[in-house]
């Protein structure tokens, strides 16, 4: 080994102790920004020692196109990662997450194509066999291969149902199961057929077949188990990039695709959970048709009690203790920084705010988290729903802002879409006030029983709005 090489092997050590101190520090909103950078910071050292190395080290022969491909990939990724991250509108991050994982899954995929070539002995492009290549590396080529183009075609189809650009509801079609189920053979018959018998031709269905089954296993879930489908996209994306650092012989894109795949597998988990239902069931095909029309029907058996922006802030006023609870109709009409501005105001009145936040609210795992941070909203008030669930028994006012499903009362009765999903008992609250534009129904489709409840007030607006009303109705009384 020479000094160049123990050099960077130190510092792919040191950029691995970054990844894991900054997931550690992403467990809390509080440190998640730092951890976030750390990480990144790690990954950017790591990428400028593999550069060094290539550069400096005689055993690379790379040819001028071959610095191009490599100098010019890595300012052209830089470039439109920082734009596009810094563009984005938080509404549409999910759909930014789910390409950035269709394009880690995607460049491990990759990866597999040129290592096994470079590894071939003898090359015949017509179909003849290759030999002398270790099983270890077939194995590791082929998981690589399944995984990462399965999260490649996955990803595009996930943030195209985010985007509204492929419907938001389940889409099935006459032997759609028996395609997937076809899929899914083809690719793990193809990765056991290419260890068998190296080839062109096992690599080529291996990846028609994983592409295919990505597309078939994200068509059929609907847009309430979206937040689930992308965690666990994510956690394909490191599980791909690890198998590329096998396929390469790279310690760094094995810790790293490692901890990724981990963490998104525990946090697919505790998605799941939170939705009361196993990952299997989501994937064979998730309940959820999108966004329901506005005027649609009310939930049956009882009568809708409107309210004004006065009226709401009058109850606020006189009350003690506040529960917000955010959903995606705040992230929708982008009216974060109004729920922080009305927290902050109450809470300098002397009352108690907390934000409710459901684990599967919003299009993405913590969106509500992001939104409400981005807002300055002080981070001991974001309650998670085991935390804030015993709350709403003492608490005044539960102002629901654009939340359905997570607020269903419907889930603690057997027979309906959401049985049995955990909810915030924002029923519970001795009074509710919920701001929606219209009666239309949540992803799962169903009439939302606490709109009809006795006890809440619907304010009809626009959350941007309806806030923005409450808060100077509030400065009013206050004045």
């Given at each position: 080994?020479?000094?160049?090489?123990?050099?960077?092997?130190?510092?792919?050590?040191?950029?691995?102790?970054t990844?894991?101190?900054?997931?550690?520090?992403?467990?809390?909103?509080?440190?998640?920004?730092?951890?976030?950078?750390?990480?990144?910071?790690?990954?950017?050292?790591?990428?400028?020692?593999?550069?060094?190395?290539?550069?400096?080290?005689?055993?690379?022969?790379?040819?001028?196109?071959?610095?191009?491909?490599?100098?010019?990939?890595t300012?052209?990724?830089?470039?439109?990662?920082?734009?596009?991250?810094?563009r984005?509108?938080?509404t549409?991050?999910?759909?930014l997450?789910?390409?950035?994982?269709?394009?880690?899954?995607?460049?491990?995929?990759?990866?597999?194509?040129?290592?096994?070539?470079?590894?071939?002995?003898?090359?015949?492009?017509?179909?003849?066999?290759?030999?002398?290549?270790?099983?270890?590396?077939?194995?590791?080529?082929?998981?690589?291969?399944?995984?990462?183009?399965?999260?490649?075609?996955?990803?595009?189809?996930?943030?195209?149902k985010?985007?509204?650009?492929?419907?938001?509801?389940?889409?099935?079609?006459?032997?759609?199961?028996?395609?997937?189920?076809?899929?899914?053979?083809?690719?793990?018959?193809s990765?056991?057929?290419?260890?068998?018998a190296?080839?062109?031709?096992?690599?080529?269905?291996l990846?028609?077949?994983?592409?295919?089954?990505?597309?078939?296993?994200?068509?059929?879930i609907?847009?309430a188990?979206?937040?689930?489908?992308?965690?666990?996209?994510?956690?394909?994306?490191?599980?791909?990039?690890?198998?590329?650092?096998?396929?390469?012989?790279?310690?760094?894109?094995?810790?790293?695709?490692?901890l990724v795949?981990?963490?998104g597998?525990?946090?697919?988990?505790?998605?799941?959970?939170?939705?009361?239902?196993?990952?299997?069931?989501?994937?064979?095909?998730?309940?959820?048709?999108?966004?329901?029309?506005?005027?649609?029907?009310?939930?049956?058996?009882?009568?809708?009690?409107?309210?004004?922006?006065?009226?709401?802030?009058?109850?606020?006023?006189?009350?003690?203790?506040?529960?917000?609870?955010?959903?995606?109709?705040?992230?929708?009409?982008?009216?974060?920084?109004e729920?922080?501005?009305?927290?902050?105001?109450?809470?300098?009145?002397?009352?108690?705010?907390?934000?409710?936040i459901?684990?599967?609210?919003?299009?993405?795992?913590?969106?509500?988290?992001?939104?409400?941070?981005?807002a300055?909203?002080?981070?001991?008030?974001?309650?998670?729903?085991?935390?804030?669930?015993?709350?709403?028994?003492?608490?005044?006012?539960?102002?629901?802002v654009?939340?359905?499903?997570?607020?269903?009362?419907?889930?603690?009765?057997a027979g309906?879409?959401?049985?049995?999903?955990?909810?915030?008992?924002?029923?519970?609250?001795?009074?509710?006030?919920?701001?929606?534009?219209?009666?239309?129904?949540?992803?799962?489709?169903?009439?939302?029983?606490?709109?009809?409840?006795?006890?809440?007030?619907?304010?009809?607006?626009?959350?941007?709005?309806?806030?923005?009303?409450?808060?100077?109705?509030?400065?009013?009384?206050?004045?």
């Amino acid at each position: 080994m020479t000094a160049l090489e123990a050099t960077v092997g130190i510092i792919y050590l040191v950029a691995a102790t970054t990844f894991v101190l900054g997931l550690h520090l992403m467990r809390s909103p509080a440190t998640a920004r730092r951890g976030n950078l750390l990480s990144a910071s790690g990954m950017a050292t790591a990428i400028l020692a593999t550069v060094a190395l290539v550069a400096f080290d005689d055993s690379f022969h790379v040819t001028a196109w071959g610095w191009v491909a490599l100098v010019g990939g890595t300012a052209l990724g830089g470039v439109a990662g920082a734009v596009s991250a810094r563009r984005v509108k938080m509404t549409a991050m999910p759909q930014l997450v789910s390409l950035f994982n269709a394009v880690g899954g995607g460049a491990a995929a990759i990866i597999a194509f040129p290592e096994l070539m470079h590894r071939f002995e003898e090359l015949d492009l017509l179909g003849g066999a290759y030999t002398n290549i270790a099983t270890s590396v077939l194995i590791f080529v082929g998981l690589d291969l399944l995984i990462g183009s399965i999260t490649f075609s996955g990803s595009l189809i996930a943030a195209g149902k985010l985007q509204g650009w492929i419907s938001g509801a389940p889409i099935t079609f006459l032997g759609s199961r028996v395609l997937t189920l076809v899929a899914a053979a083809t690719g793990v018959g193809s990765v056991i057929w290419l260890i068998a018998a190296p080839g062109m031709l096992p690599l080529i269905v291996l990846t028609i077949a994983a592409l295919a089954f990505g597309i078939f296993m994200v068509l059929p879930i609907g847009g309430a188990d979206m937040p689930v489908v992308v965690s666990l996209l994510n956690a394909f994306t490191g599980l791909a990039v690890a198998m590329s650092g096998f396929v390469v012989g790279s310690d760094i894109l094995i810790v790293a695709g490692g901890l990724v795949g981990a963490s998104g597998t525990i946090l697919t988990k505790l998605m799941a959970d939170a939705m009361n239902r196993s990952v299997l069931s989501i994937m064979v095909g998730g309940f959820g048709t999108g966004d329901a029309p506005a005027g649609a029907a009310v939930a049956s058996g009882g009568e809708v009690t409107r309210t004004d922006a006065d009226d709401v802030a009058l109850r606020l006023a006189y009350a003690s203790k506040v529960i917000i609870v955010p959903g995606y109709g705040l992230a929708a009409a982008q009216a974060q920084r109004e729920a922080g501005e009305l927290g902050k105001a109450l809470t300098e009145r002397g009352i108690t705010v907390f934000y409710a936040i459901h684990p599967v609210a919003g299009r993405m795992p913590g969106h509500m988290n992001v939104l409400l941070a981005e807002a300055d909203v002080p981070y001991p008030q974001l309650l998670e729903m085991d935390d804030v669930n015993p709350e709403f028994s003492t608490c005044d006012v539960a102002l629901v802002v654009g939340a359905n499903d997570v607020t269903n009362p419907a889930a603690r009765r057997a027979g309906n879409a959401i049985s049995g999903m955990p909810i915030l008992d924002v029923d519970k609250a001795r009074s509710i006030v919920v701001i929606k534009r219209s009666m239309g129904h949540g992803y799962a489709g169903l009439d939302n029983e606490l709109y009809t409840d006795p006890k809440t007030g619907m304010l009809f607006a626009d959350a941007k709005k309806g806030l923005g009303q409450i808060l100077a109705a509030l400065k009013e009384y206050a004045a």
